[in-house]
């Protein structure tokens, strides 16, 4: 007879639940691409930006010529080494911020972020007015920099670096008193690492690496977590009913049940 399954209590915050009120600087920053739209030549432009979501400083607006979540990266590096790590990053649950057949939609781009101790939050799919701030920021940037479009990807560069100086030191916002954002904002004291962070986890817990296919291997078990995890060090709680707690950083996946070898998803983040 097969033992019967027994529900842990979530302890912590669900993964996509309230969003943060971002109340300082660096508390929170919102990611998004701007819709893309077709350069002069032909070439597609898709604008990356980033702002603080307390000062409304216009942290970045790059122009990209695809998606990647390489590019991506390589451009949150560049601008995690200039101005620190906010705690938490806003976005939507589009490529490369979230990917929908993951555990948790967890990307790459997210797993990194979770690395770096920034905890990615997504608004709900369809509610762009979740992230309204941005969205206001965005219609004034495509009205002011993409209209008529460069033509050349450098050329629009030079457009939006423009632009984000204006919108940052010159135009007064009425939500900051009337002043300009860069007047609100100062950079983070979370400085980049030189050096990715190993996971920290609890003495007791038993740590597992995810292998190359998804797998988790753990004293003669084994189960599916995710390819977007592949290396990634997992802590793993024995807790009451048999149940092991499937722990990525301060982020719990979810349950494995040992006797009945089944994994239960329940994405919350733990209290600290």
């Given amino acids: 007879m097969v033992a019967r ?14 969003l943060t009120p971002g109340n300082s600087p ?17 070439d597609y432009c898709y604008p990356l930006t980033i702002q603080d979501h307390k000062s409304r400083f216009l942290i970045e607006c790059r122009a990209l010529g695809s998606t990647s979540g390489d590019a991506v990266k390589i451009v949150f590096r560049q601008i995690f080494e200039k101005f620190g790590l906010p705690e938490v990053m806003r976005s939507d649950n589009g490529v490369p911020f979230a990917h929908p057949l993951s555990l948790a939609r967890l990307s ?22 979740q992230n309204g701030r941005h969205e206001r920021m965005h219609r004034t940037l495509k009205a002011e920099a993409t209209r008529p479009p460069s033509q050349t990807l450098i050329q629009q560069q030079k457009r939006f670096d423009s632009f984000r100086r204006e919108y940052n030191e010159e135009r007064p916002h009425e939500a900051l008193g009337q002043a300009p954002p860069a007047g609100c904002y100062r950079s983070s004291q979370r400085s980049f690492p030189a050096q990715l962070p190993e996971m920290i986890y609890p003495a007791h817990y038993e740590v597992r690496r995810v292998e190359k296919t998804g797998m988790l291997h753990y004293k003669g078990h084994h189960f599916w977590l995710s390819k977007t995890l592949c290396g990634e060090e997992i802590g793993l709680e024995e807790a009451e009913y048999e149940l092991l707690t499937v722990n990525f950083g301060a982020l719990s996946l979810g ?7 089944t994994f239960i998803a329940e994405c919350t983040w733990r209290d600290e």
């Fill in 26 to 42: 660096n508390h929170v920053w919102s990611t998004d691409f701007k819709g893309e739209f077709r350069l002069s030549r032909g």
């Fill in 255 to 261: 349950t494995y049940h040992m006797p009945s070898r």
């Fill in 5 to 18: 399954r027994r529900r842990r209590t979530p302890r912590g915050r669900a993964l996509d639940s309230t």
């Fill in 108 to 129: 790459a781009l997210s797993v990194w972020w979770i690395r770096l101790g920034i905890r990615p939050e997504r608004i709900e799919p369809g509610h762009p007015q």
